[in-house]
């Protein structure tokens, strides 16, 4: 005890000092968070700052007239402050008021009331945006930005700004203030005056006058009118308009056109695609020029199935694709090749040297990643998409890029990371109205069915209804359960029928064309000739697929006459895609009629074209042209490339082909001569449908195979 006596005082004096001085300065390096705050966030510091205080004073208490012990609690309760104290003060720490953005505004041209047309209102205008930029609060409008803004309302980018203009170019540019200038003359004195606008209301919130000087004092007149304005706006009433968000920036005569556009977009983002349509439409009312809301009603159009409108929107948007900005140019151009010439490539190639010019431009780096998908340039589609999304938490307007990022994943086997994108969604955005299906899709394409059919049960708990019924299918067709099926998406489509379902991820005519399929594998096929005839609305890849179906039932009435409406369909649009499609559907006919070689000529060339859209379809056919024409080896690789697509398969819904391709699979091995080959191929779709009914036709056959490869 008496050694400590030696040492104690001086290191006690030591803990003080480093203390004072470490606190000390953080709180006046934090203090600038604090000046602008609210009592309700100065009440929780000037309490943490009292309990400090009267921590000091019960450890001096302690040190001088208490023994050791009481010297070490007393200590230890300073720590214990000091860490609170830290925690305060130090970004971004617990009650922290957060240094606000800066304060944006514009500066409206000085209006000129002296009487004398010659006065240079410019020179006023450049001083005071000058002498305003000095204030690290205050950030002014850049001039390219207010000249693209301008160009965007239809105005030259010179036009002077009035109190209007500057109105609309705030809201559209997310400028939260309007400073509006006016000078005046009394005799020969001069008065600068200015007022601050709410640009949403109109509202003056502050106004100032300064004066009266002669011409030689005008500078510092203008520098007056700056100082009273920076001093002004470090109040925290300015606040509320530190975070004013911005319209889209997208070409328009109409405010208000716009207003409703930027509210489309966020519900396009939340996947409400009747709400967006809604407001694109009110916004068309207002201005029929307004391209980029034809693009996007374009898009809602083609969700739902409706191909003439959505053609008919893009060539509109196209027609006034020279009014626009760069970067609009290219959103209407992505969807015209998409929509309207079916040209993937040619979309490709212009936005991605688009965003090599502007690799900032997060909105197209979205349609990147889905015409890299389209064209199954899978890495590509995934890091574009990534960029897209940004980090993490997503909000609900990245609703369908979330989705698009899962889809991907799907499509390269990454069922890892596709459950993963799933639980984020489920997490960020609770609502998505895709989250049912990527929920459990990837369980259920792992092989995890349990989880997957738990999945499907809590669907079904919770009146979810629709995403049962489809999911619930989808489950029964990897089972082989084709019955079951069956029954489930014909009660879906006739569900999403309903003028109320408009919102559904997919349309009825695909869910018609799915349940053709499975009449045909289970050898219906009357059955499959009456969902044939619904399927009405749906894109040209789909419509292709109904004629070949019609093919394969011998109906070449019906084939020939899709593939006539196909060509009127597709008339002046020769594209890649476009003559693969009218191939396929060709050479399904030359099969039909007994052409074999013709056949095998026509979808081979289709072949060469790989196509998200259309992939597993043309496979399918070549792989059946090739065997069909004795081209064993060329049959093997098309039914392969099928097998090695499992989540791809998935992804584009086509489960009963990617089952079936290990079947032909093997019925293509065996007809090289391979029998341990195909009897492999044959043992693995048997484990795939071992719960299926015995007596659908494939698995009859299937038996057959079984015995001759065994021998």
Request: hydrophobic share 40%.
């Amino acid at each position: 005890m008496t050694s400590n006596s030696k040492w104690l005082p001086w290191f006690d004096r030591a803990l003080a000092i480093t203390l004072i001085v470490v606190h000390g300065a953080g709180v006046l390096d934090h203090f600038k968070n604090y000046v602008r705050a609210s009592l309700a966030t100065w009440i929780p510091v000037l309490i943490v700052v009292l309990g400090y205080v009267l921590f000091w004073a019960l450890y001096i208490f302690r040190i001088r007239y208490h023994g050791f012990y009481s010297k070490a609690i007393a200590r230890l309760l300073l720590i214990f402050a000091s860490v609170a104290v830290i925690l305060m003060f130090t970004p971004p720490g617990y009650m922290v008021a957060e240094l606000s953005p800066e304060l944006q505004m514009l500066v409206a041209d000085v209006e000129n009331k002296t009487g004398d047309s010659g006065f240079s209102v410019d020179a006023i205008k450049r001083t005071l945006t000058i002498a305003l930029k000095e204030s690290p609060e205050i950030a002014i409008l850049p001039d390219n930005r207010l000249q693209d803004t301008l160009r965007r309302m239809g105005k030259p980018p010179n036009e002077r700004i009035s109190v209007d203009i500057g109105r609309e170019v705030c809201q559209r540019e997310g400028v939260g203030l309007l400073v509006a200038p006016v000078v005046s003359k009394d005799e020969e004195k001069y008065i600068l005056e200015a007022q601050v606008l709410d640009p949403k209301t109109g509202e003056v919130l502050y106004e100032t006058t300064v004066g009266a000087s002669g011409m030689e004092g005008i500078t510092d007149t203008v520098s007056k009118l700056a100082n009273d304005l920076r001093n002004r706006f470090g109040e925290s009433r300015w606040d509320l308009y530190r975070k004013t968000k911005p319209l889209a920036a997208a070409t328009s005569k109409s405010l208000d056109a716009l207003e409703l556009y930027s509210q489309a977009l966020e519900d396009l983002g939340e996947a409400k695609y009747t709400a967006a349509a809604e407001k694109l439409n009110k916004a068309l009312g207002l201005d029929s020029d307004f391209a980029l809301a034809w693009v996007e009603l374009a898009s809602i159009y083609d969700l739902q199935g409706k191909m003439g409108d959505a053609i008919a929107c893009s060539t509109r948007a196209f027609s006034l694709r020279d009014r626009l900005t760069e970067p609009e140019r290219v959103r209407v151009d992505d969807f015209y090749y998409w929509h309207v010439e079916n040209n993937h490539e040619k979309a490709f190639t212009e936005l991605t040297e688009f965003l090599r010019k502007y690799p900032k431009n997060q909105d197209r780096f979205a349609s990147l990643s889905y015409e890299a998908h389209m064209l199954m340039k899978f890495d590509v589609a995934e890091e574009a998409i990534q960029d897209a999304l940004g980090k993490r938490p997503w909000g609900e307007s990245s609703e369908e890029s979330s989705y698009a990022l899962w889809q991907i994943q799907l499509s390269r086997d990454k069922f890892p990371q596709a459950l993963e994108t799933a639980s984020y969604i489920k997490q960020d955005i609770p609502k998505a109205a895709y989250l049912p299906y990527v929920a459990t899709i990837p369980k259920l394409v792992s092989g995890d069915k349990e989880a997957a059919k738990l999945e499907i049960l809590h669907l079904r708990q919770t009146n979810n209804t629709d995403a049962a019924l489809w999911i619930g299918g989808l489950f029964e067709v990897y089972e082989g359960k084709l019955q079951s099926a069956s029954d489930q998406w014909l009660q879906y489509a006739r569900s999403i029928e309903q003028p109320e379902k408009s919102e559904s991820w997919t349309t009825p005519g695909n869910v018609y064309l799915a349940l053709m399929r499975i009449a045909l594998l289970a050898g219906k096929k009357n059955e499959a000739r009456l969902y044939l005839k619904k399927v009405q609305g749906v894109r040209d890849e789909y419509f292709v697929e109904a004629g070949k179906y019609y093919a394969r039932l011998g109906d070449l009435k019906e084939a020939g006459e899709v593939l006539d409406e196909l060509r009127k369909r597709l008339a002046g649009r020769e594209t890649n895609q476009n003559r693969a499609l009218l191939e396929l559907l060709e050479g399904e006919i030359e099969l039909a009629r007994g052409n074999k070689d013709k056949s095998f000529t026509l979808i081979s060339s289709a072949a060469t074209y790989p196509w998200a859209y259309s992939y597993f379809s043309v496979q399918e056919s070549l792989g059946n042209a090739a065997l069909a024409s004795g081209r064993n080896e060329i049959a093997i690789q098309a039914f392969k490339s099928i097998v090695d697509r499992k989540g791809f398969a998935a992804d584009r819904e086509h489960p009963e082909i990617w089952i079936m391709a290990h079947y032909d699979t093997g019925r293509s091995y065996q007809a090289t001569g391979n029998n341990a080959m195909a009897r492999s191929y044959y043992l693995q779709f048997e484990q795939l449908w071992g719960g299926a009914d015995a007596t659908l036709p494939v698995l009859v056959e299937l038996r057959k195979h079984l015995s001759e490869t065994e021998r």
